[in-house]
């Protein structure tokens, strides 16, 4: 296979004929750094998104701020959530917990993905706010740490001492410096890496042995609460929760803004970072259930069967055509 360009994974057919192919990278890895194996361009360079907050999530644990929080608070601090009642109502309560309160917040207000809470606040003919952003999580576990750390109320800012913390366990975990940063959606820096790196980190999440006492307590602690607690991470009907719950708690799924995904496999000690070029989630969540399927965690289930080849219809209910993994790409059965 040759290494450098994107590769096709996923095709969409309409009928007989092939209407689009969408191309991407993909990488999976052990602790030990070693490849074990790749799709397109291991070196090239991504920006995570929201893929990578479990790693966001480490100075929480290590720094001790976080000794005391929930499974379910873990679980949020790692979510990319649908703003439901579930969602909210948790954050909220999290922040009344440390002394603060929404306005304390630097996440941005943002519509609920949640079909009933976005009903309720239309009915109810209010706002959504900060806590429905699907980072709201993330966010107050940044503010939990920021408690500890003593910085400004800025925590977004790239030079913080929070995001000063979070980017240096995001480069000690994808072994390498960050290789530039951008704003993320919710206003916190996001570091990029190579889809090596964000395998690699993975594969460190995923078996966290030798990383030192602090960071494996860490490590272990974010993937048992996300692996508890899949509803939290995104939603009802949403990829991530439904992947990870037809996997019954054995692997974390996590989803990044443009096609970005990752997965944590503890039971291999396997890392995996996945990214569609053009960025359409239509295709990542195709690929990754195609390449959970392939390394073995998991069988037939109606979730990973609606990700893995969902049917395209006319306006009418007719059947049209689907969305399947590229035969190159999901050939050959099982990886490892």
Known sequence: ????????????????????????HAVVCDAQGTIRAAWGDPDAV?????????????????SGAGERLTGEQLALA?????GASMHVTRVAAWLAEIGLDEPDLRCGPQVPEDAPERHRLRDEDRRPSQLHNNCSGKHAGFLTLNRRLGGGSEYVEVDHPVQRAVRAAFEEMCGTPALGWGIDGCSAPNFATTMRGLALAMARMADPRGLGAPRETAARRLVEAMLAHPLLVAGPGRACSELMAAMGGTVVVKTGAEAVYTAILPAQGLGVALKIE?????????????LLVRLGAVAADPAVARRLRPGITSRRGFPAGSIRPDPDFYSGGALL
Do not use: N, Y
């Open 1 to 24: 296979m040759t290494m450098g360009e994107p590769v096709a994974m996923v095709e969409v057919w309409r009928g007989d004929v092939a209407e689009s192919r969408h191309r991407g």
């Open 278 to 290: 053009d960025g359409a989630t239509r295709a990542s969540e195709c690929a990754i259930a195609a």
């Open 78 to 82: 790692c979510a990319s959530h649908s």
């Open 46 to 62: 991504i920006l995570p998104r929201s893929s990578c907050k479990m790693l966001q999530a480490l100075p929480l644990l290590e």
